[in-house]
């Protein structure tokens, strides 16, 4: 049988890393030994999520996906830390419920650069130390409105279809290369997301959603991989919920 891949002393550039998913993809990964470089927009909370994980673990890096140039200071930040970089977790996002014309302009384009462009920048400044290492990862945390947009999400499932699209398009492209391309897409998840753009904070549904562990846990199995093999599309729901 294929071993479990082993992720200590391994090294992981992470978006959207200040609260959720990411903050829990952080903890599980700094837990299984790997190394993180982390990006978010919210400086104290980056400092705080460092602080706890501890410096020889962790660096952050205060960013927007949005810019070019933040993601290469992420990728940058890893590499004069630890000297490589094995995977990138392209995971900030934000979403807002509401009928098409319920936005701004700005509030829809920001949407639409977080998303989509976001991802793309995250993953190209990734690829170059990606691609000189001995196999790499790239997991881009997306959503089941990837496949089946609901109404009142247009926009926002929208950016998570082209999600879908890119990266069925970089598993195809990087794969012969030894880059895996994962896309994790889960249901409703009782996070910040939203809140306050279409959801509440006591939202009567979320006890039955999935936890940001849950989806940190998928993200961390993929990675456990054997370099045999590799998942290309994971959704996730609970058991609560129906699909």
């Not at 990411?22 to 400092?47: F, I, M, N, Q």
């Not at 004069?80 to 990138?88: A, E, K, N, Q, T």
Request: hydrophobic residues 45%; proline residues 3%.
């Amino acid at each position: 049988m294929p071993t479990t891949r082993d992720l200590t002393g391994t090294v992981v550039a992470l978006t959207g890393a200040t609260a959720g998913i990411g903050r829990e993809t952080a903890r599980l990964l700094v837990a299984e030994g790997a190394r993180v470089a982390l990006g978010g927009r919210r400086v104290e909370r980056l400092d705080e999520l460092v602080a706890e994980l501890g410096a020889d673990n962790a660096v952050g890096v205060p960013m927007d996906v949005r810019v070019p140039a933040d993601n290469a200071r992420l990728v940058a930040a890893a590499i004069d830390r630890w000297g490589r970089l094995d995977s990138v977790v392209a995971n900030a996002g934000i979403g807002m419920y509401g009928g098409i014309l319920d936005h701004s302009d700005e509030d829809l384009a920001t949407m639409m650069d977080t998303n989509y462009a976001g991802t793309v920048w995250t993953v190209r400044a990734a690829l170059p130390a990606l691609l000189t290492g001995n196999g790499g990862d790239v997991v881009i945390v997306s959503s089941v409105a990837g496949f089946r947009g609901g109404a009142d999400e247009a926009v926002y499932a929208g950016t998570k279809h082209a999600q879908v699209g890119l990266a069925g398009a970089l598993d195809r492209e990087l794969r012969e290369q030894g880059i895996r391309v994962t896309l994790i897409c889960p249901a409703g998840t009782t996070t910040e997301f939203a809140v306050g753009a279409g959801r509440t904070e006591d939202d009567p549904r979320s006890s039955e959603w999935l936890t940001p562990q849950d989806v940190a846990s998928a993200i961390v199995a993929t990675l456990h991989q054997p370099r045999t093999m590799r998942t290309a599309i994971w959704t996730l729901w609970s058991m609560g919920q129906g699909s």
